[in-house]
């Protein structure tokens, strides 16, 4: 599901000026529309049209106090800056209260002048061309004097009433600021709330162990860490599980881009593994107090150099109990990693949303362990929901992904925000697996196509060729059909001619399969075609609506929180769609 977070904060100041260009126009017209109501029932309520005409003004001034709060939580102007504006709009609210004298001489209803005669009846001539312009300007000088003669009697009032309201604008401007707000499940804090709960890592000086997929795991690893106390260096022990000895390498590391705390994140490239083994790892640093900090040990495994590898493929993670029973039922079939192609913990794009990640990190610890004890490494594609809006996004609107998440060994000396955005794995000796931007961070043109022509050229001895991104190229859910027709037929078009065995599609939160699809020109080809599997709901409920089964390449589509258990060799590829009770509820196979 698209956000949209301008990152300009001209922007959010056009907009306060819009909104408050609009408030002005309303409280004008409040005028006209009250002051002809108050001309026929000033006699007889001349109380109620009063707070009539107050209650109008103050509301729409009180509504634009709010509006600039929202734009200070969504961190869009600094929150002083929209503390101190507020305050004069409601400052400016408290005055509209007190002033007087607006209604007694003079009143504009639409093109005509009206005038209250002594005796109280209105008396109305036809204004045109100068006479109505000076009209306007004398009806803004009684506005003007309504506003000084209000000050003038009831200063000792608004003097302090206006402090106090610096001090309200004060506190819940501050409250309010640094918001985060996340999605599946909707969560949303701000900087105040959050100093009432505990910081993940608090606890523990080493947190989030975790693995991520190099360009060749059946003898390498990325192995990761995070550290909440600033490390003066760092390592990374492991030895094959049931040795005595082990082996020791160094981290790189750095300071995260989180601003409420320190965080410091760890990263080895570890090589020279053997093929399918189990490895324990312990991982630590040495603190600028000089003190060592350790965790405790980890199992995790490479993968064979031939035979079956069996992996998890999915999308759109509902961070909560049911994403992570999902994440459990997965584990359950020891793959030997996942791929998780994108809105991975729906953070929006928020810096202030680090916490979302720290559950995301918490929940995977705790629920993709193999029977067998082993941690599960993934590799992760981008999703919208990391870059907090839709294509083309500047890499400074995506906090934490690539810096929490090296996906290819040889990044020392790399910044953390210039990391690729797509990335290939060689799966044991029988599977080339690609893992793609579908133009939220890179083009899908470009260099981006110019390299995958050059994988999927060099992976034709490979038995299955695999593709995993974000946006689907034939989706469940045409209404939001938002991938270019170019940009499509391009990779339809280099799919089909390098012969890839299936593509792992997203974003739209429900079960799909296509037909067998040569391009998107509208070809079925049930020998050579390309089956797209899809939509992404790793623990999602109901999808985007409606599905459209009409689709010329839509084979079965329902909205199933699910993922694929798939198992590669030499000569097939099953891919099994499983729901959260374990059920298969649809396979594809594809012999070779």
Known sequence: MPILRPAYTAVAVAVFAVLMLLV????????????KTRHRHHKRFPRMTTLAKRIANIGALAFLGLAGFSISAMNYVNPFIMIFLVWIVWTWALVHYFRRGLYEKVEDIGDESAHLSPTGEIKKRKLSGKGLQ??????CQTYYQSLRSGIQAKWKKILPLSILLLFGSAAIGLMS????FCQHPNEISTRFTRMFSPEACESRPVCHVYFTLPQDPSTSIIANFQSSREPSKGWIEYRQNGTTSYKTVATNFFKSSITEIDRYVHWADIFQLEPGTAYEFRFGFTGMDNQDYFSSSYLTRTIPSSGNVTFISGGDMQVDDFGESISAMSATHSPHFAVVAGDVSYANGFKECYRRWDKWFESWERAMKTPEGFVVPFTLAIG???????????????PFYFEFFPQETGLVGVKPDDRPSFHHHRISNHTELLILDSGIVTPMLGAQLDWMNDQLSNSMNVSNRIVAYHYPLFPSVTRFDSVPDAEKLAWSSTFFNHKVTVAFENHFHVWKRSKPVTVSDGSVNDQDGIVYLGDGAWGIHGGFMPINRGSWWMDAADPIPHVYVVTVSDKMMQADARNVDNEIFNTYIKLH
């Not at 002005?24 to 002051?35: D, E, K, R």
């Open 24 to 35: 002005m126009a309303v409280t004008y017209l409040t005028v006209f529309v009250i002051g």
């Open 134 to 139: 000076n009209r306007i300007v004398q009806g």
């Open 177 to 180: 600021a640094d918001l985060c």
């Open 384 to 398: 919208n929901h990391e870059a907090g809006g839709d294509f083309n996004r500047p890499r400074s609107d995506v």
